[in-house]
């Protein structure tokens, strides 16, 4: 099958306008957190193990910025600094129960967006579009020149 040339522009409009409306869905919130700090709670929650030197190669900056993240989030009550019970060298960062409940509200709020566009579309578009986005993560994080199999391909 001939790729279209314009998938790539396709593909860029599509992240843009999906960027935009999960955007839309977490700026809806009470609680006034940056972008940058919802990635650095996603990050912390991800990574239970993250401490503040972990953290900003994270977030490829230097030390004393990601510090400075930290000190902006722990004011708002969204991360704490703890000791390493194995290491009280060690401080490791945690998201207070605020912080998950905020990353919650607003996983939640970005579903419901996300539904919403997906049921202005017809089924069979919903379908097609799940089995690209399946093919298109295998090949993201796939060796590059490995071959992938067609996702779409029925088994016995």
Known sequence: ??????LA?????AAEALIGVLDAA?????????PTQLRV????????????????????????????LCDRLEATGLLRRMAD??????????LTATAEQLLQDIAERRHRAVQSVLDRMPARTQHELLLA???FGQAATAPAGE?????????A
Do not use: F, Y
């Not at 977490?26 to 940056?34: D, P």
């Not at 194995?86 to 960062?93: G, I, K, Q, Y």
């Not at 071959?147 to 391909?153: G, L, N, Y």
């Open 1 to 6: 099958m001939e790729r279209h040339p314009d």
């Open 9 to 13: 522009a396709a593909i860029g409009a």
């Open 26 to 34: 977490a700026s809806r919130h009470h609680v006034s957190v940056s």
């Open 41 to 68: 709670l996603a990050l912390i929650r991800s990574r239970p193990e993250t401490n503040v030197n972990r953290l900003a190669e994270l977030l490829k900056v230097v030390p004393s910025s990601a510090s400075r």
């Open 85 to 94: 019970p194995r290491d009280r060298r060690e401080v490791r960062l945690r």
């Open 133 to 135: 986005l399946l093919a």
């Open 147 to 155: 071959p992938q199999a067609d996702p779409t391909a029925r088994t």
